[in-house]
């Protein structure tokens, strides 16, 4: 069974910086693109960065430059670095793990950028 299981989100100040972990069992990691989205209350899921399988990346212009996305293999594992946060950035964040027509989403973990 695969189950994703995101970690490291919570409070912080603007400006601060925080790192998600989310990780992955039950499935060959490594062959998996990964991604990174975020939903605030009311509006639409958006990607906020992606790696592929070769660790290729991609990023929401409203991030670049302050999150970073990577992944370790042996630890089944995708970060996201998160710097520079600002009050906007505030939501629920999930891991989806995708690759042709299959995918898999974490159950999200919070993160409150505010002073």
């Known amino acids: 069974q695969v189950q994703l299981v995101e970690s490291g989100g919570g409070l912080v100040q603007p400006g601060g910086s925080l790192r998600l972990s989310c990780t992955a069992s039950g499935i060959f990691f490594s062959a998996y693109a990964m991604d990174w989205y975020r939903q605030a209350p009311g509006k639409q899921r958006e990607l906020v960065a992606g790696?592929?399988?070769?660790?290729?990346?991609n990023y929401a212009d409203s991030v670049k430059g302050r999150f970073t996305i990577s992944r370790d293999n042996g630890k089944n594992t995708v970060y996201l670095q998160m710097n520079s946060l600002k009050p906007d950035d505030t939501t629920v964040y999930y891991c989806k793990m995708r690759r042709n027509l299959a995918s898999w989403w974490g159950q999200g973990t919070q993160v409150i950028v505010s002073s």
């Open positions: 790696i592929t399988s070769s660790s290729s990346t």
